[in-house]
């Protein structure tokens, strides 16, 4: 291994060991799960089933009923009460009060359960666990719940579960209603999930209502084959639809709101496609024609591996849509093969955080009014991001609507192995490679109508392969690497293995967010933190003020009588002023950072030149020289074309070399001995004079008394 590749995983170990350590709290806080095993890829998608359900459910008030039923049109009327005279009929096996009943009375694969229209509450789940099931033993989450393990949810499946339905297979369960809010199902924030499917392969679900939970409405983990048909999941403190280590899934025309985390979480989903390209034979989950609303975000997945998103709508939440792997205990890190085409992604700038500042959040979530419209953020987030990669490889977005953004229309970031919990030094620059960002409509909506995103893309610079298209208006780095006509074909590609400097300080700090201690990390514009309250603003102007106090110093003191290194001086100070003036306009596309840099640079190439040719110090001149080039080139790669195939920024080299400057500079101006004198005048210097006296001549100073001759001051 060579030296600068060994001096570039070491520099990425240490930003990610600090990376680690910040963001420690808020990963502790993702979904925490018993171990578990992706499934085989036996399965397949269930087909919805037609005939005459197999068990009823339904409540015993006929009145409240009849006035569900009421507006049906007169078919649908007219089935519901033939299953309910089915389902209250005296001495029939078939009928049922509650869904866990129902449940308890699947005796073979392949049954479907109908629920007819009513609120099911459940009752006989609700209560805390009492006995045996009151004192299991098993590892606490950090949000303080149990960690249980198959066998315990089996002895004991209402402790966590308003409706827990555990190795039931091909079961099919619908509501019969007009439409999804006719039937639902309420855990009255008393239970962790709503309905947990566990090992259930070949489950359907379809055309119910699931809310208010202290965890998730619809839970369906561990299984090969399910459907999620026309549901609604509502006011949970995490989330609304959590799909964890599973396969052979299909969403469809789904809706979300109000949750804490993500409406629809596709977590660690059957990693088939690792170690292919874009090219793939399938997809683990589908999910299509859903809407994702006012939630923290609207689609999030650690571990969202070979998921197809198409068609959905995902809008008014903090951010769009998410995929990561930031936390660890998730199968399939990292995240790899998520396809999003053809979705509208627009107009996600909540900022929910007020409720964790004012300590709406801490109350007990019957009191939060969630039902009001408040949200509880679970994890750090960028307000107003379209789609938000934190450490994912070989993800595509072609073909979607994003728009309306405060922020950013894409967001990309890398994600060191050691925040996963794996501390191998080859996999510590493994994520944010081949991206695919092409043909998407920025900044316009379906009608063509001018809705721009503040900026189309924020990328920290890490990684190889990625590529975005030629239309994106703004973005931070200026130049990106562009998307061929063919997938896989990039121009001017980069393979960073550690992103800029300023904006890693920034992720850094804005991770550091906990929801239940209410610490919003000062600094982060995401929290709200305006001009100097901004991390990147405090550390420019720190910056700035070192470098513009200890440049005025060496020039004082060794060069005030160079003109070169006047201007340089003049210059720099004005780059240093424009610096930290930029550092305020957050994702404003402006020339002013670049402009700044190029001063900069210009400062340090003059004032090296200028100790070069009046000084006895030709190895700081230079030093001060090549400080200067790097400048000019870092301007060069952020404003006009990042530099292909170098492994880390100019900027990382400029900011190690400016701390050597730093100290040495000052070395250099407080050393002894007077500044260089400025030129020698160019007129013929007037003939020397001899004194009556027959004294030697003096010539530019006084005689001494000895006689000895004095040039340029006293002997």
Known sequence: MSWTRRFVLALSAVLAALAATLVAAPAAQAHEERPVTLPDGSGSVPVLRTGEPDLLVCKADRADFERRIAAFPAELKARNRALYARCTAPGTRQGFRHLQQAVDAVHRPGMTIAILPGLYEEEPSLPAPTGACATLKAPRSSLGYQILSYEQQKQCPHNQNLVAILGKKNLQIEGTGASRLDVVVDAKYAKLNAIRADGSDGVYFRNFTAQRTTFNSLYILAGDGFVIDDVLTRWNDEYGFLTFASDHGLYKNCESYGNGDSGIYPGSASNINDGRGYDVPRYSIEITGCRSHHNMVGYSGTAGDSVYVHDNEFDHNMGGASMDSAFPGHPGLPQNHARFERNLIHDNNASYYRYVTDGTCAKPPVERGYEQGVVCPQISMPPGTGIITAGGNWNLYENNWVYGHQRAAFFLSAVPAFIRGESAWGKQTDTSHHNRYAGNHLGVDRSGASRPNRTDVWWDGQGGGNCWQSDSAASTPTSLPACGTARGEVSGDTRRVVGEPVKLAQLLVC????????????????????????????????????????????????LRGSRLAAVATALGLAGLVLDVAGSTLALTPTSVPALALLLTGLWWTGIGLALRAGGPRPVFAWTTVALGVLTLLDAFDKAVLMIPWIPVSPAWVRGLLAVVWVLWAVIVAGARGPAPAPAPPTTPAAPATTAATGDTPVTGGTASSGGTAATGGTA
Do not use: F, H, K
Not at 512 to 527: F, I, K, S, T
Not at 531 to 555: D, H, M, P, S, Y
């Open 511 to 558: 991770a550091d967010y906990n929801v239940q201690a209410r610490r919003l990390p000062a600094g982060c514009d995401w929290y709200g933190a305006r001009g100097i309250q901004r991390v990147e603003t405090q550390l420019t102007l720190g910056v700035a003020a070192v470098l513009a106090l200890v440049g005025t110093l060496l020039w004082w003191r060794r």
